[in-house]
């Protein structure tokens, strides 16, 4: 099991950025493909990007591909999401998490530990 706690959520101006920060517990988070979630209020948590173990391969849903990059660094056990021209549709609690399997995983369900989620607003 990891623990995962994430940061840098705030609130922008659509067209701005923000930077968000998961740090993991335990000396295995090189064994973890990692993944962002978002879930806006009445809406189903939904994927936004994932990297794999190495850092080599990442994922990103539709939604904020060529606006959003996921980065990994394996010696701070830490995971990050850059989000460049942000949208009001953005705007959601955004949530790491960790699973131990491999692959393109797009489902929530796929993953077992996750972050409390930290809030990132954009104001249009």
């Known amino acids: 099991q990891v623990q995962l706690v994430e940061s840098g959520g705030g609130l922008v101006q659509a067209g701005g950025s923000l930077s968000l920060s998961c740090a993991a517990s335990g000396r295995t988070f090189s064994s973890y493909t990692m993944g962002w979630f978002r879930q806006a209020p009445g809406k189903e948590r939904e994927f936004v990007a994932a990297?794999?173990?190495?850092?080599?391969?990442?994922y990103y849903a539709d939604s904020v591909k060529g606006r959003f990059t996921i980065s990994r660094d394996n010696a701070k056990n830490t995971v990050y999401l850059q989000m460049n021209s942000l949208k009001s549709g953005d705007t959601a609690v955004y949530s790491c998490?960790?699973?131990?399997?491999?692959?393109?995983?797009?489902?929530?369900?796929?993953?077992?530990?996750w972050g409390q989620g930290t809030q990132g607003t954009v104001s249009s």
């Open positions: 990297v794999s173990r190495s850092g080599g391969n990442t």
């Open positions: 998490a960790a699973s131990a399997r491999v692959g393109v995983l797009r489902l929530p369900s796929t993953y077992r530990d």
